[in-house]
């Protein structure tokens, strides 16, 4: 009865169908004329794990009874949505929306102290005890909170992930690397916090999981108390988060390492670049 509620509870919200709609519009539009460089099965990845998250039974969850799913939620969105859309940005729309940004506004957007800071703390703000309250009783604010996890989070990814021909600054390997890790910190930090308190940060988990209805079913069914369930969020965000971020630098540094390497011999091009 339980995981059947669960299951079915989909609800294709309206603001994040629109907004995937466009995004796929503008990501036709601007790839079509350019095969070689699609990355369709990056978009729809990205498209797929944002329906996920903001469509599927982990929003009925997320936004009613359990802290940890929530937790689950916006990780979605800033480590697996927001990194694939900077890497699957057709060039040709990358390039408009570049030249359309006054040059100080675009290095600000850029800029690496900036991004970081920035992107930080949009999400220790909202993990705020009012703050996070509010958006769970106000749709609106609520819509307006995962804009901004995805805004920030792609600045931020934007900085880590692009090309250096499309950034004002561009970071060495080395720097990018670095900026990831310590971009990773202040979450890990967070999580630990959170993890650790001594009582439940939120009410209306602890209401979710302990008043009579559907919600004490959840409880019992994942054997999870209102303080367990907030323990292991902090412990989402701590830990997979984290390796979530190192895997970013290991990948930022393969990709460092193939650059570096020649053209493989057997090819034209790079027999032709080889012979003395």
Not at 69 to 82: E, K, N, R
Not at 185 to 205: E, K, M, N
Request: proline share 8%; glycine share 6%; hydrophobic share 55%.
């Amino acid at each position: 009865m339980v995981w059947t509620r669960i299951l079915t509870s989909w609800n294709f919200e309206p603001t994040a169908v629109a907004g995937l709609a466009g995004l796929t519009a503008l990501y036709v539009v601007y790839s079509r004329r350019l095969p070689a460089h699609r990355r369709d099965g990056l978009f729809v990845a990205m498209v797929l794990l944002t329906l996920l998250a903001l469509d599927s039974p982990i929003d009925f969850l997320a936004d009613r009874y359990l802290f940890s799913v929530h937790m689950i939620q916006h990780m979605i969105l800033i480590l697996a949505v927001a990194p694939l859309l900077v890497a699957s940005a057709p060039a040709a729309l990358v390039d408009r929306l570049r030249r359309s940004l006054p040059r100080w506004l675009l290095g600000a957007l850029e800029h690496p102290v900036l991004t970081f800071v920035v992107f930080n703390a949009d999400v220790a703000l909202w993990h705020v005890p009012a703050l996070y309250e509010a958006t769970l009783h106000n749709e609106w604010l609520h819509v307006f909170e995962h804009i901004t996890f995805a805004a920030t989070a792609c600045l931020f990814w934007w900085v880590a992930l692009a090309p250096r021909q499309y950034l004002t600054r561009s970071l060495p390997v080395l720097g990018r690397m670095l900026y990831v890790f310590l971009g990773g910190l202040p979450s890990v930090i967070l999580g630990a916090i959170i993890t650790f308190a001594p009582r439940v940060l939120y009410p209306t988990y602890l209401r979710g999981l302990t008043e009579p209805g559907f919600g004490r079913s959840i409880g019992l069914a994942f054997g999870l108390s209102p303080l367990a369930d907030q323990e292991l969020g902090g412990l989402l965000m701590w830990v997979p988060g984290g390796v979530v971020f190192l895997i970013a630098i290991l990948g930022i540094f393969l990709a460092w390492v193939r650059q570096q390497q020649p053209p493989v011999p057997d090819s034209p091009v790079a027999a032709a670049t080889l012979r003395p």
